[in-house]
């Protein structure tokens, strides 16, 4: 099956660190975009950090200084590095990859990050 299986996450103090780490399982990474998305109860699901294949990454305005998106398309892994959490920064995070130039997608799981003290 192709699907893409998260780890990380949890229980943060504001100020703290987390990462977050996506790997492809049945398909490899080197033709698809990858970006991590995030949801808060109430409200729409958002995307926090994008890269391509060619390792250009982009980054939501809430979140840039804070969160690093990088990959490894040997492992066919992704990650997502988030320093300086802040209580807004609580939500579901979801994995998406893309393949470039085509509608074949996959999503993540999602894992829940919270911040609170």
């Known amino acids: 099956q192709l699907q893409l299986v998260q780890s990380g996450g949890g229980l943060v103090q504001p100020g703290g660190s987390l990462r977050l780490s996506c790997a492809a399982s049945?398909?490899?990474?080197?033709?698809?975009?990858i970006g991590w998305f995030r949801q808060a109860p109430g409200k729409q699901r958002d995307l926090v950090a994008h890269?391509?294949?060619?390792?250009?990454?982009d980054y939501a305005d809430s979140v840039k200084g804070r969160f690093t998106i990088s990959r490894d398309n040997a492992k066919d892994t992704v990650w997502l590095q988030m320093n300086s959490l802040r209580d807004e920064d609580t939500a579901t995070y979801y994995c998406?990859?893309?393949?470039?130039?085509?509608?074949?997608?996959?999503w993540g799981q999602g894992t829940q990050v919270t911040v609170s003290s």
């Open positions: 998406y990859a893309r393949l470039i130039g085509s509608n074949t997608e996959y």
């Open positions: 049945g398909f490899t990474f080197d033709h698809y975009a």
């Open positions: 890269i391509l294949t060619g390792g250009v990454a």
